[in-house]
């Protein structure tokens, strides 16, 4: 199992968890770095990891924090 740096966010509904996603996804992106996404009803899990080297890099970490970043409006609302 490689290793990797993952979050699951529970939302308010579905459409919270994809507003979430599509930002994440806008960061990824603009970085050239594409995390694994699921997105489910009231909740979506990220997973972030450098495929060509089966393992952590800097970039992850800062992708990871910039997706937290991202989550800090929803943190409110998600109940």
Not at 29 to 36: L, Q, R, T, V, Y
Not at 52 to 73: C, H, M, Q, V, W
Request: proline share 4%; glycine share 6%.
């Amino acid at each position: 199992m490689e290793p990797d740096i993952w979050s699951v966010s529970t939302r308010k509904d579905f459409a919270q968890a994809l507003a979430y996603v599509n930002k994440v996804s806008a960061i990824a992106e603009a970085e050239g770095h594409h995390p694994d996404l699921y997105l489910a009803w009231g909740k979506c899990k990220i997973e972030i990891w450098t495929h060509k080297i089966n393992g952590l890099t800097e970039s992850d970490f800062y992708l990871a924090a910039k997706a937290d970043r991202e989550f800090e409006p929803f943190r409110g609302a998600a109940s």
